[in-house]
């Protein structure tokens, strides 16, 4: 039986798009060929499914792409607490090994081809001797670096992550430059595909920066953070657009409210709420909603009727225990990961990456 083609995908750090460019990587490969496959044989950030501890990034490839594999062979390996330190006292590296190489016999069994997901850089999981440059070395993986930002950036970080991919005679057979300003892409796109051509890197695309992708959602917020939901289990989905910190004026943060706004305010600043409330109701479109949610800070719980009023507009209402800053904070460090109901995000994904990568580059390369 032949096997399958392979691509690696790792970033020159966290959060670059890894998986926003798998999951749009696997829907544009599916175009071409019949029988793909998906697994991320490290994962850092886990979730319960059917028993089994999986990377949340197989889960969404399993739901979202259809990919018919065993979900924990999609994710043989799930870093829950404390993994590391009882590694480095009694791990087993050939153990973890026998497991990744075992789930990727299965996954890419009569698979045409297999994307294969990293977890952060190349030295990710060095620690537990299971960095990025090893995993693709054990697999036999060409890869493709993801990287974001502008010129100088990017490209210092390709070079830091080069020498540990050539360490494990690793090929990486090109870069894809994402979240890269609208208003400077004509500039960087040009710049850094010279920049790289002389170093000997291949560029295969350069995506703009896409802000809904970057939008988290009400549930997202709950679940990546210790803010509770005290109101009725509404707007979950409610896409956060815009934060407000309700530390004005009523009337001054009316001109602050636009379609999706999340004013996050201390819980017994009242006046602020009714003020919110009634623009809301004014301004609500005929589709969609104005105000996303309302995040109470400092553990305080405004009245009972002005709960009931908010919970009637059916506007999420959650609350945190920290003061307004650190609140805020919080919402703003989320790393935004795209959920599988995130379907508009799922599109634009595969949109990006048709519309800016050659993926029939990319094919050439990994023959």
């Known amino acids: 039986m ?62 979202v792409c259809g990919i018919r594999s065993r979900l924990k062979d999609m994710s043989p390996i799930a870093i829950e607490k404390g993994f ?84 494990e005679k690793v090929e990486v057979i090109g870069v894809i430059v994402n979240k890269v300003l609208p208003a400077k892409y004509k500039k960087i796109q040009r710049v850094i595909r010279l920049g790289l051509k002389k170093k000997g890197v291949d560029v295969f695309g350069v995506i703009p920066y896409t802000p809904m992708l970057s939008m988290p959602i009400i549930q997202h917020i709950l679940e990546e953070t210790d803010i509770e939901l005290i109101s009725k289990k509404v707007g979950m989905n409610n896409k956060v ?7 004005m004026e009523p009337h001054d943060a009316l001109d602050y409210i636009e379609n999706g706004t999340l004013l ?39 009245n009972r009727k002005i709960m009931l009023l908010i919970e009637n507009a059916k506007i999420p209402v959650l609350l945190s225990k920290y003061h307004t800053y650190k609140a805020a904070s919080m919402i703003h460090d989320i790393a935004i990961k795209i959920m599988p109901e995130d379907k508009e995000k799922v599109q634009m994904a595969t949109q990006l990456v048709e519309k800016y990568v050659d993926i029939n580059r990319i094919l050439n390369k990994i023959k």
């Open 2 to 63: 032949t096997r399958p083609q392979k691509i690696f995908i790792a970033g020159t750090r966290q959060n670059d798009g890894k998986t926003t460019i798998s999951l749009g990587l696997i829907n544009a490969l599916r175009k071409r060929f019949k029988r793909v496959g998906f697994i991320k044989p490290v994962g850092q950030r886990y979730v319960v499914e059917h028993g089994y501890k999986v990377d949340e990034d197989s889960v969404l490839i399993e739901k």
């Open 84 to 167: 590391t330190e009882k590694y480095i006292k009694t791990g087993d590296s050939r153990r973890l090994i026998d497991n990744i190489l075992t789930s990727f016999h299965r996954v890419s069994k009569r698979k045409e081809l297999v994307v294969i997901e990293g977890t952060g850089h190349a030295g990710v999981g060095a620690v537990f001797d299971l960095s990025n440059a090893r995993v693709a070395s054990i697999l036999g993986a060409k890869v493709i670096l993801v990287t974001a930002g502008g010129i100088g950036r990017p490209i210092d970080e390709i070079e830091l992550n080069m020498p540990l991919f050539e360490k």
């Open 241 to 247: 657009q815009n934060i407000l910190v309700g530390a």
């Open 264 to 302: 996050i305010t201390p819980g017994d600043r009242e006046d602020m709420l009714m003020t919110l409330l009634s623009a809301h109701l004014l301004k609500r479109p005929k589709k969609g909603i104005s105000i996303a949610g309302i995040i109470l800070t400092g553990g305080m719980i405004p």
